[in-house]
Each structure stands twice: as C-alpha cells, then as structure tokens.
C-alpha cells in the first residue's frame, strides 16, 4: 500500500513540482480527447477521411461531421467546462468540497425555468438561458439563506441537504411540467440525467454566450476568490466585502450552471469532480485552479460523450448517466471520508 | 498624556454577531498614535469584541468608533484595510494555500479587482516574510506548519498590509514560552521600526505588563481601569477582576506577577 502509494508519488513528482505544465498535459489531452471523439461514434472514420471529408463539401460524410460531430463535440466542451467552474466556484463559496450545482438544486433550478421556456414560448430559444439563470439564481439563493445562519454555514451536510430538499421540489415541477406538456417538452428521462444527443450548431450558440462571460468574469475574480477561501473575518480584516463577493460569485455559478442546463439538460457530477481532482494536482489558488477546471471538465464530458455513442452502439446511452456512474461513487467517498 | 488620539472609541455598547447579550457596554477608550495598548481580562470580558469594534467588524449598537476622528464605518472597506489590519483569534484557511499566498492576501486592500496592479507588492511580502523570519518557508503549505510557524505566517500577512494601525487578538494562545517571546518580540519591532500602533489582547499579565505603554482591563463588559500596566495591576484589581490573591512585583527584567491562591470562589466574578 505504502509503496504503491510512493510510487505514484515519484511518478507524477515532475508534475506536482511544476504545476506550469498541467496547462499543456491537460490542453493536449483535450486535443487527443476532441479527435477521438471526431472519429468514433456509430459510423468509425480514420483520420484521413476525416481530413477529406472536412476539405472537401461534395464529401458524403461532410454533412455527418460538419452537422452532428462538430457540433456536439463543442457543446460538450462548453457544457464541461461550465459544470466544472461553476462547480469550483459553488465550493469556494460555500467554503465545502461537497457543493456541486447538480447536486443541490441550482441546475434543477434553472432546469424549472427551462422548462417553462420550452413549453409557454417554443420559438424563444434566445430566452432559454436567461430563464435558465434566472431560476438557478434563485434556486442557490434560496439554498444559501437556509443553510446560513448567522455568520457560516455549519457543517458539510447543512448545506446538502437542504440542496436535496430543495431539488426533490424541483424535480417534482420537473417531472409534473414533462408529463403535463410531453407533445412539447423533451423527455423527462433524457432531461434529468443530461443528454447530449441531437445537439446542433443552435444548442453552441444558446451556449457560447453565457460560457464566454462566465469564464472571463470567473477569471476576473482570482483575487476575491483566493480571499473567499479565508474565514469572513479575516477576509473582512484585509478588506474584501464578503457578502457581496459571495453574492457575486454565486450568480458566477449560477449562470454557468444554467448555460450547460439549456442545452445539455441535468448533467451532474462534474462540477463535483473535476475541480477535487484539479485542487489535488495544483492547490486551492484560483488562477491556476479555474482554467484547469474547464480544460478537465471538457475533457470529462467529451470522453464521456464518445463512451455514451459507441459502447452500446448502435443504441446511444445518455451521457449524464455515464457522468453519474463514475461521479456518483466518488461523491460517496468524498461524504465517508468527511462525515466524523 | 502628550499622545495623538488615532483610534478612538466613545461609549460603544456592541452585540457579538449572533448573541443576544452585549459582550461590550458603554465602553470609551482612546488609543494614541504610536503606542502598544494591551487589553487584559477575564474569559467572557468583551477583548475580542471590543477589538472586532475597533477594527470596524461589529457595529457598535449605541455609541461610536472614530478613526482620525472620522467614524469608522464611513471609511471603505478596502480603504479602512490600508490603515487597519486585523488578526483575528484563529484564521482559517483551508489546506494547500501557501506561505507565500497567504501573505500575499494582505496586498488585496492595495491591488484593484480586475487587475492585478501592484508596485510595492512583491517587495512588502519579501520584507514581511524577512521580518518573521519565514522566508525559506514561503512554499510550504499552511496545514505542514507548526503552530509557531502558522502564527508568524498570519503575522507576516498583517504586516504586508502596510497599515499604520495593527490589531492583534491573541496572537501568543497556545504557542510555547520560546515562540511567546519571538511573537512579543515582533510585536515590539512594530512600533520601534515601522512606528505603528499596536492594539493587542493578550492573557499573560506579565508579558502584557512587559509589552504595553498602557493596559486597558476589562470586566464583565465594561472598561474597570485604564493606565501604565504598574498601575492597573494592583492587587485590588487582580482580586475583583481575575479572581485570585496575587501581587505584581517589581523584578529586574519588568515585572512579575506572584499568584497566592484563587480568591473565595462564591465570590462572584
């Protein structure tokens, strides 16, 4: 066990010493990750064809690539790079390794709202993601009042579950708005557990807005962020407003949050994942955390998308599910390993 | 007292943040330019409260703090942060953050949001860091500290934020004899060498004694007697406020204080 242990210690030294380089092992792994995902699926095309077919517009598969793979592969990079951040974000703020959007009501949330886009005004795709932050934003306001009482949050469970009460409410107006409008609204079992199937160049651009603004915002506020880190008193000693900066970054989460739900659906665990794994290779500083927290969680979701149209080929899985089997044990060990 | 007033509570009453007695009661104090004020008392006396007050955390419910003569929560945040820093009880900070980092978050009061502008940045975390002797350990992590090396990290962290004022609450608790005295040490090399004034709670009367220009004791909420520690220290107050028969006597290096027995325990404190 122990010498397991320093052997993967040793291994990965170089990388731990100098966390410069995880920028570029995880950028290549995403490149590796997003042609993968060009050349597998229901139809395997090798790398040539590919290349052709890409070229050249008379190419029978140019419309296959250029229509169905493109686009899903860049939605699924923004869906996991705005699950991971927002999943990142969503700790800091409640000072809680635990906290994930998906897990605590704020992507059912704009999930709700969504919904009720989708089916009162069809033709509104553009109303879809501020509907969608609109209802995650009140979903983690309402979260963060009830398990806030007096100066912190108490304790890892307080702010889970009243996230889980707040989400079964959510998923019954879920479930109750599927059934009542089903000629309208997408299934109720692709939704909750987050698909990627059918997404086209519309779903990239409902999602690029809200990626963009989200991350370089994210991004703006490395210093706070650090700050958020420390407890409110001594945050307030070297003059940060906390309960202001704590508003402000959970409408960060928020938005990014929402922009995966509007077009992905409830795709969970990745905000959970991805930025625990990143903290154990590079520390808790947001500067370096954030941008490997959406180069990991869209690496994440585009190998887990590949795994979702080919393993069971020709039947496509939802990707969430995949997410979840691997995410959900993980959560689990994360709970035992907290809980006294 | 030929002192300048810069820090100045007048008849402040303040509620800890979610408690539903007043920790402070009509409390006036004065602190001048320059000088090391020690606040000494009982567990439960309002030190820490009071010193949340000073620092513009707690809002006094009646009464007021004045900076320059400015109420305190007129001043920004981040402006009230160039000129008061805080240290409070036990920062926490979570694992991974390092030295380094940590000390760099006393320049956020300097630096703007966005971006990440700072001239005399670098060069306050390398002096403070040189000053508590913590340089060789600017790439450790927080948690790998022992509890002497986390106390001058935090130390350091104040002391890059460049403020003319430094409140300190507790910084000896649960440090051995040897790491009391360097922290004491430090404190002291606050007001020779960089001239700032010191507000600092501390449990030791003796090291209070030893440290301070003057001694505010507190009880039971409300200030029971201000002046130079030889003064407040009589044995009347050693009985009423702390609880035990004992002297402070004259030794060569200060001060030492000579602890008889409690005081009759029905005595109400």
């Known amino acids: ?340 | 007292m030929n002192m300048v007033p810069i820090l100045r509570a007048e008849r402040a009453t303040v509620r800890p943040q979610g408690s539903k007695h007043d920790a402070v009661r009509d409390v006036s104090l004065t602190i001048g330019q320059g000088e090391i004020v020690s606040l000494v008392g009982p567990n439960g006396s309002g030190k820490s409260t009071l010193l949340a007050a000073l620092a513009g955390v707690l809002r006094p419910s009646q009464g007021r703090v004045l900076l320059s003569g400015r109420k305190i929560q007129r001043h920004g945040r981040r402006a009230l942060a160039r000129r008061i820093a805080r240290l409070p009880q036990e920062p926490g900070c979570p694992e991974g953050v390092t030295v380094e980092q940590v000390v760099g978050f006393g320049r956020h009061p300097y630096a703007s949001v966005v971006r990440d502008r700072d001239p005399g940045g670098r060069s306050a975390v390398e002096t403070a860091l040189h000053h508590v002797g913590m340089t060789s350990f600017r790439r450790r992590a927080m948690e790998t500290l022992s509890g002497g090396e986390r106390r001058r990290a935090w130390l350091a962290m104040v002391l890059a934020q460049q403020s003319e004022i430094v409140l300190l609450d507790e910084p000896t608790a649960a440090l051995d004899l040897r790491h009391q005295l360097e922290v004491l040490d430090l404190v002291r090399k606050l007001k020779t060498s960089f001239g700032r004034t010191v507000v600092i709670v501390l449990h030791d009367l003796a090291l209070a004694a030893r440290l301070a220009d003057r001694m505010a004791v507190l009880h039971r909420g409300r200030i029971y007697r201000v002046g130079p520690a030889v003064q407040c220290l009589d044995s009347e107050t050693l009985r009423d406020v702390f609880g035990v028969h004992a002297a402070l006597r004259p030794h060569p290096d200060g001060l030492r204080l000579i602890v008889d027995r409690p005081a009759d325990p029905r005595r109400r404190l």
């Open chain 1, 1 to 340: 066990m122990s010498r397991a242990r320093h052997a993967i210690r040793w291994t990965f030294h170089p990388f731990t010493e100098r966390p410069a380089w995880w920028p570029i092992v995880l950028g290549l792994a995403l490149v590796a990750a997003v042609l993968l995902a060009v050349t597998q699926g229901a139809l395997h095309l090798d790398a040539t064809t590919v290349v052709r077919a890409l070229a050249d517009a008379e190419d029978p598969m140019h419309g296959l690539l250029c229509n169905v793979r493109l686009p899903r592969i860049v939605v699924a990079i923004l869906v996991g790079a705005c699950l991971a951040v927002a999943g990142a974000l969503m700790q800091t703020v409640v000072r809680n390794p635990l906290a994930d959007p998906s897990l605590i009501g704020v992507s059912a949330g704009a999930g709700v709202a969504g919904l009720i886009v989708i089916v009162a005004m069809p033709a509104a795709s553009y109303a879809l993601p501020l509907a969608a932050f609109s209802g995650a934003a009140s979903a983690s306001g309402v979260i963060l009042a009830l398990s806030w009482r007096g100066a912190a949050a108490d304790g890892p469970l307080r702010i889970i579950l009243s996230g889980v009460a707040v989400q079964a409410i959510l998923f019954a107006l879920i479930g109750l708005t599927t059934f009542l409008y089903a000629d309208r609204a997408p299934s109720f079992a692709a939704f909750t557990v987050g698909s990627l199937a059918g997404t086209g160049w519309r779903d990239v651009a409902i999602a690029v807005p809200g990626t963009i603004l989200g991350l370089v915002l994210s991004m703006a506020a490395v210093r706070p962020l650090d700050l958020l880190l420390l407890d409110d008193e001594t945050a307030c000693g070297v003059g940060l407003p906390v309960r202001w900066a704590r508003f402000v970054v959970s409408c960060l989460s928020s938005l990014l949050a929402a922009t995966a739900v509007s077009v992905a659906g409830l795709v969970g665990f990745v905000g959970l994942v991805v930025p625990n794994a990143i903290r154990l290779l590079v520390g808790p500083g947001h500067a370096r955390l954030l941008p490997l927290c959406a180069l990991g969680g869209a690496i994440r979701v585009v190998l887990a998308d590949v795994v979702a149209r080919t393993c069971c080929s020709p039947l496509e899985l939802p990707v969430g599910s995949l997410l979840a089997l691997i995410g959900g044990p993980y959560f689990l060990i994360l709970l035992w390993r907290r809980l006294p």
